[in-house]
């Protein structure tokens, strides 16, 4: 069944401090035009039901719901426990309700929060919130967006206290780390782009806060631009977020506009399928985005620059070489495990079952997504367009370290593929990896 508006989660293991608790590609309005699936009207025209059902369209495609819902919560009350290396933060509840929610909240107030990244007392607030992409909302679209979640039923769930080690619980401390990470001010239009490229680059720069996960966070916590969208290991999570440019290795240049569309649509595609935290992603806010919104972002990611990919932090040493005994161990694998899903040649039965032959995913430098994907299997998300998903079952209790490794590697390897060996090390470092619950 496809999940109704009773807000049916996933939920994702938690990031850094600095890091977002949640991976999309997201959308709301851009300067040009409304960025919500509802015809455009001026923001003073609109009736109230008008601009609650734009808003929640712009809270679905934000995924709002994600992190300030709680497993087995109420939708929007708060509570989700997003550990960090440095204690453990809780999603705050955005419901109306007047003691403990943004009931007594004004649209200032909560553009306040979106735009400057301040609590309403002045204080800071930890980038878990991705504020830094967030300040880029237009004043329009976050008022939509407060104007829907005033009109939900007010949840009286009190907000929990972080967890945070001294002296991390100072907030005050925030301050140096915006002064390198955080650049204030809403999406401008490039004027030498048309109104379709414009629209993606606010919807991947805005609510989408794409770059967040699919840039690589370094020691500060934070996202550099000049690694920006070339991907990156997600503090916590232990999953790589891809590079989203136009780099042909391990970005999207080889994909079409209508692939790119697809894939974001319905999880699954040709080309492969969405697992791990992009998977909720799917499932819970891009499958609802329309055409022209999913199309406005395929042609924003198209036109990003290549850049190498980051090389993931923290691989462990002493890479593999690849060996004779260890492929003939990886190829027998794969034909007793393997093959009759993913074919001799490696050429899958898309969707349902992805390619593993010039598969992007597979050979890109990182090899943390397909030992996890071996090691704990998965689920495509289930969409409107994709109601049945398959999934592929875990390995990890039935295959050891040097079995996986054999078999990631001959994965990596075989088929024309170029991805490099795999060690025994680093899939028992992956045995221990959150998982979603």
């Keep these: 069944m496809i999940r109704d508006r009773s807000y049916t989660l996933t939920r994702t293991s938690a990031l850094a401090v600095a890091a977002s608790a949640a ?11 409304p960025a919500s699936a509802p015809s ?27 992190c300030h819902t709680k497993h087995d919560g109420q939708p929007f009350a708060g509570g989700f426990a997003m ?7 809780y999603s705050t509840n955005i419901t109306p309700d007047v003691q403990y929610g943004i009931g007594k909240w004004s649209a200032d107030d909560f553009y306040n929060v979106l735009h400057t990244g301040h609590r309403r007392d002045g204080s800071f607030i930890y980038p878990v ?15 939509a967006i407060f104007t829907y979640l005033r009109s939900l039923k007010p949840i009286h769930e009190p907000n929990r206290e972080n967890g945070l080690r001294f002296p991390y619980d100072n907030r005050s401390l925030l301050f140096g780390w915006r002064e390198l990470f955080f650049h204030e001010g809403e999406y401008r239009p490039d004027p030498k782009h048309d109104a379709e490229w414009n629209r993606g680059g606010y919807l991947v720069e805005g609510l ?24 990156g290991l997600i503090p916590m999570q232990n999953w790589y977020a891809p590079s989203l440019t136009s780099n042909k290795e391990a970005g999207l240049g080889e994909w079409s506009l209508e692939e790119i569309v697809e894939f974001l649509r319905a999880g699954a595609s040709q080309r492969g399928a969405v697992y791990g935290p992009m998977s909720e992603v799917v499932h819970n806010s891009l499958q609802y985005l329309n055409d022209a919104d999913l199309h406005a972002i395929a042609v924003y990611l198209k036109d990003l620059p290549s850049r190498h990919e980051t090389p993931p932090p923290g691989r462990l040493p002493g890479t593999a070489q690849q060996s004779a005994a260890m492929l003939a161990q990886g190829h027998a694998i794969y034909s007793a495990q393997c093959q009759s899903c993913h074919l001799a040649n490696g050429s899958g039965q898309p969707p349902g079952y992805p390619p593993l032959a010039k ?13 996890r994907m071996v ?12 109601p049945r998903p398959y999934g592929m079952p875990p390995f990890a209790q039935i295959l050891s370290d040097a079995d996986i490794a054999a078999v990631v590697t001959y994965i990596r390897v075989s088929w024309g593929n170029d991805g490099q ?17």
């Design 83 to 89: 550990p960090t290396p440095f204690g453990t933060l």
């Design 375 to 386: 090691l704990n299997g998965g689920y495509a998300p289930q969409t409107e367009t994709n």
């Design 129 to 143: 919130m991705p504020f830094p992409a967030y300040t880029r909302v237009t004043r329009a679209d976050s008022d």
């Design 359 to 371: 598969n992007q995913s597979i050979e890109m430098q990182s090899a943390v997504n397909p030992i």
């Design 421 to 437: 060996p795999v060690t025994e090390a680093e899939v028992n470092a992956l045995r221990s990896a959150p998982l979603l619950d």
């Design 208 to 231: 989408g806060h794409c770059g967040t996960c699919h840039t690589a966070i370094n020691k500060l916590g934070g996202n550099e631009d000049r690694k920006a969208y070339a991907g």
């Design 40 to 66: 455009a009207i001026p923001a003073a025209q609109e009736s109230i039901e008008h601009t609650v059902k734009r808003g929640e369209y712009l809270a679905w495609a934000g995924d709002c719901v994600a």
């Design 23 to 33: 991976l999309c590609i997201g959308a709301s309005a851009s300067q040009q035009q």
